[in-house]
């Protein structure tokens, strides 16, 4: 049974950094592609980075420039090191892997990153 535990998120300060990590566990990580995405009450979920088991990343337009995926496949663990954070970035961020080939989603617990002074 594949689980996704997430750890980071909180309050952070704008121009402030955060790292939010994701391991998951139950299966061979290899065979997934590793992503977060954000979701706002009311809105449609949102990527913000991706990275597949060969290390090919894909950002979303809110990340370019500004936050990094990386994969660890000796931990089984992503990370998404997000900075110069700014008030648009509030919400919730959530892990999620999809299986290759058969694309089943498998979604971690999630977790709101504020950013307020």
């Known amino acids: 049974q594949v689980q996704l535990v997430e750890s980071g998120g909180g309050l952070v300060q704008p121009g402030g950094s955060r790292r939010r990590s994701c391991s998951l566990s139950?299966?061979?990580?290899?065979?997934?592609?590793m992503g977060w995405y954000r979701q706002a009450t009311g809105k449609q979920r949102e990527l913000v980075a991706a990275?597949?088991?060969?290390?090919?990343?894909n950002y979303g337009d809110s990340a370019q420039g500004r936050f990094t995926i990386s994969r660890d496949s000796a931990r089984h663990t992503i990370y998404l090191q997000m900075s110069s954070l700014t008030p648009e970035d509030t919400d919730v961020y959530s892990c999620?892997?999809?299986?290759?080939?058969?694309?089943?989603?498998?979604w971690g617990q999630g977790a709101q990153v504020t950013v307020s002074s």
């Open positions: 139950g299966s061979i990580f290899q065979f997934y592609v």
């Open positions: 999620n892997a999809k299986s290759v080939p058969d694309t089943r989603d498998y």
């Open positions: 990275v597949t088991g060969s290390g090919k990343i």
